[in-house]
């Protein structure tokens, strides 16, 4: 009894035993495998503490993401614009001579004899007027160079470094990456000028605009009656229509050659001489592009006069807009720091300083320069106007 009851004891020992081999077996199964997974999941951290100990950076946000995925399309613009800049110059020049030479050829004969002398003098007075600021203006606005930073900028004048050019950043500069340059009071890199309009070109930039724009304004009113005499006659605009299309009146004239008959519309396409249709053509033309002009330069120019009343760039205006929506979240009012009054904004950009009036140097061209050198402004939030950095 007693081995039985000795083996009974042992069995229960014996099996106790296995069972806790089993669960050793079992615990150090699960334990290598937590280690397994604890060292997959500390590599996965670390790999991924790495990955952004490498790229963190405080400014990220969404829109920086944003700009750095749209990069390789900002590239592919900038060089488009760039490289299409002197052609564009040149189809303003082509097609702004086309319009005044159609003036010339067309409407101010035209004005000769159906008005008396005193609206035809005014026609040649006022016409004139605009050409020569129109001219002169453009002239000005592509060959002036907008201004650029000073390598080193005295004392207060430097806000930030341009982290492209590695080079002083003076209050209300920016850079340019088309031209590669930074630009002082940058407001947008024009294509039409193929050049930046800035500090010493803006009030040539505006004043095209505004001329042009009136210019436009001037041809289209004063060619209203020959347009809607010429375009409005069935068989004229018939007649433009259909023998401007080269192919067309080729495939016609083969296919009434090939029928051996006459045809009504050839003769009706006939009718008209060479000069008549070109006469056609050449005023059609040029008010549809004067009317164009009209409207997308009206736009424009209304926008940059918004602007400078203002007292902000195009460039401007967006980082305004963000600090006055940031600041309106804790209840903070944001002023523009360069705007001092409509009629004060207006004066500066101008340059009316020094004696320099209105009739004189905005009425009629003048090459003045800027009142100050742009590599300081007065603020009204940290003032440091120095009128000695007068050029
Ligand atoms: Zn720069
Ligand atoms: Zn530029």
Redesign the pocket.
Known sequence: MKGQSDISLTIPASSTGSTNYIMDYDTDKSRRRRNVCSRVCDRYRYIKFCLRSLTYNFFTNRNMVLDTCMEPLFWLVNHITRYMGPLMVVLVTILSSTVVSVVYICILPRCLETEAYVQFTFHLIFGHWLLVNIAFHYYKGVRTPPGYPPQIVPDTGVATI?K??I?P?PPRTH?CSICN??ILRMDHHCPWINNCVGHYNYRYFILFCIYMWTGTLYVCISAWPLFSEEFFDARKTFDSLLAGSVLFTMLHSYKVAQQNKTDPLMERISALTDSESAYHKAVVFQFIICFSVLIALGVLTAWHIRLISRGETSIEKHINDSERARLKKVNVVYKNPYNFGVKENWRMLLGLYGGRTFWLHVLLPSSHPPEHDGTRWESLVTPGYVSAALP
């Open positions: 341009c492209k050019c080079a950043k850079h340059k930074c």
